[in-house]
């Protein structure tokens, strides 16, 4: 039996926009305790080699050579996620589902790492079309993981979180995670406020770690969201790990 070890659900290498490669990523997981994966973006509308159906089995094939988790993360607003096929999907340890992009109510997309919102978009229009964006992918999209949920582009971020989402706007993304079963990613790279966090755990929503890592300091370090599921009094073993809990991709299936 061996020890528990935390599982770095979200990293990138250079299938993808990451500096690493696959092996390295590997190397650096063993060197800090981690399981890790590799979730490279899988899109059309990504900064990504893997943005076709044919790349997407090389890149499976790859994964395969190496003792890693096969994840992938997939915009919600871009179709690719949709064309993969049953047998292709089977070969994902897991997938992560990310709102890159957000859909206004009028149907505009805006993208999460706009430097600047339209100059008519507030605030609170923004975050009211970011939860609506939420629930729409918890909905429609088959995956285990909600990637960084609190991601918003730089200019909010530099509103206090506890007043840039209401708490019925917290509610209302628990309660389609919960209903979908996605779990809440606790991301080093976007740490989530802990208000939401604690939320989510309070209503049965799994939480997974991510550092969302690019570089050498960032892959499989998951610290800062391990320390805050233990505040919050998650046990270690509930954390999401695709081998422990399943997959949405039937990679565990009989
Ligand atoms: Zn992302
Ligand atoms: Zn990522």
């Known amino acids: 039996m061996t020890a528990w070890q935390p599982t770095d659900c979200h990293a990138h290498s250079t299938h993808s926009d990451g500096a690493l490669t696959v092996a390295e990523v590997v190397a650096i997981a063993a060197s800090l305790g981690t399981r890790p994966s590799v979730t490279d973006h899988v899109s059309r509308d ?20 190496y003792p890693v988790l096969r994840g992938g993360e997939f915009c919600w607003h871009d179709a690719l996620w949709r064309e993969i096929p049953p047998s292709t999907l089977r070969r994902f340890t897991h997938r ?8 206004l109510a009028d149907g505009q997309f805006v993208r999460a790492f706009a430097l600047e919102l339209p100059p008519s978009l507030t605030a609170g229009a923004y975050m009211a079309a970011h ?11 088959p995956v285990d993981i909600l990637a960084h949920p609190t991601l918003v582009p ?18 209302r993304a628990v309660t389609a995670l919960k209903q979908s079963g996605i779990a809440f990613e606790i991301s080093a790279r976007y740490p989530p406020h802990e208000r939401l966090v604690r939320r989510a755990a309070a209503a049965g929503v799994r939480l997974a770690l991510g550092s969302d890592g690019h570089r050498r300091d960032q892959v499989a370090n998951v610290s800062e969201p391990l320390a805050m ?3 919050l009094g998650i046990p270690d073993d509930a954390l999401y790990d695709p081998e422990r809990h399943g997959s949405r991709t039937g990679a565990f299936d009989g």
């Open 46 to 65: 990504a900064p990504t080699n893997v943005s076709s159906l044919v790349a997407v089995e090389h890149y499976l094939d790859d994964l395969d050579r």
């Open 96 to 103: 992560l589902g990310s709102l890159h992009s957000i859909r």
């Open 131 to 141: 939860v609506a964006s939420l629930e729409a992918l918890a909905n429609e999209m």
């Open 154 to 171: 730089p200019p909010l971020r530099q509103i206090d979180p506890h007043d840039l989402w209401t708490e019925q706007q917290e509610a």
């Open 229 to 231: 599921a233990r505040r």
